[in-house]
């Protein structure tokens, strides 16, 4: 069955992970130019 | 007997306003999560106006955010996730003890988050009025709590009717809907905590 991010709770625990990635990664990101600048 | 049974087999699309993909229920929730999802936004924009567009500090000058409290509030609620997740596991697979236990670490981390927020509130040290920062940091925290409250008001009902015996590995779409409601909620703090606290 395709993705659906809000089909089921299974998908939606799956967004939340995806997200929690996302913005440790931006975080990452975003603090490591800050130190570099 | 059989012929009941033919009598209820059901072929061809499905009925008028359904959909043959989704449950009427989930897709309620998916629409209700939309909206929420545009109330978040309105409240955001605020916050951007302030950090973006007039380029103010953050937070406001002489105030301090308790971050490393926020961090550790963060973990909470993101293990309720994983408890109410393993709670579902649990009644798909059979196993009662499991969604039991689950739906209640579930309602305790999240009133152990909102105990922290509320304590945070009282010792924070500022209050809405005192400058906009103050305003956007209550309007979006409060928003977010307010959801964390109704969820757990849901689950609470969850947890009530999973210790009635409600529930079993084929239907259990009354626990389940209020568990995606609950990793939305989770996914708005991962953003409002990122945004407001840490970056």
Known sequence: MAFNPLRSEADAFRVLVYVVVVVALIVAIVELVRAVS | ?199
């Open chain 2, 1 to 199: 007997m059989e012929a009941a049974a033919v009598a209820h087999e059901h072929h061809g699309p499905p009925p008028a306003h359904r959909s043959s993909r989704v449950e009427a229920p989930t897709l309620g929730m998916l629409l209700f999560i939309m909206s929420e999802v545009m109330i978040f936004g309105a409240f955001f924009t605020a916050y951007f106006f302030i950090r973006v567009v007039s380029h103010d500090p953050w937070p406001a000058p002489g105030t301090k955010l308790p971050e490393a409290v926020a961090g550790v509030n963060t973990a909470i609620l993101l293990s309720s996730s994983l408890t109410i997740h393993w709670a579902l596991s649990s009644i798909r697979r059979g196993n009662r003890f499991g969604l039991k236990a689950g739906m209640i670490a579930t309602f305790l981390l999240g009133l152990t988050f909102l105990s922290i927020q509320i304590n945070e509130y009282i010792h924070i040290g500022f209050a809405p009025q005192d400058a906009a920062q103050a305003t956007v940091f209550y309007s979006l925290t409060g928003l977010h709590g307010a959801h964390v409250f109704i969820g757990l008001c849901a689950l609470a009902i969850v947890t009530i009717r999973a210790f009635r015996g409600h529930y079993s590995p084929e239907h259990h779409l009354g626990m389940e809907v209020p568990g995606i409601y609950w990793h939305f909620v989770d996914i708005m703090w991962v953003i409002v905590y990122t945004t407001v606290y840490v970056l």
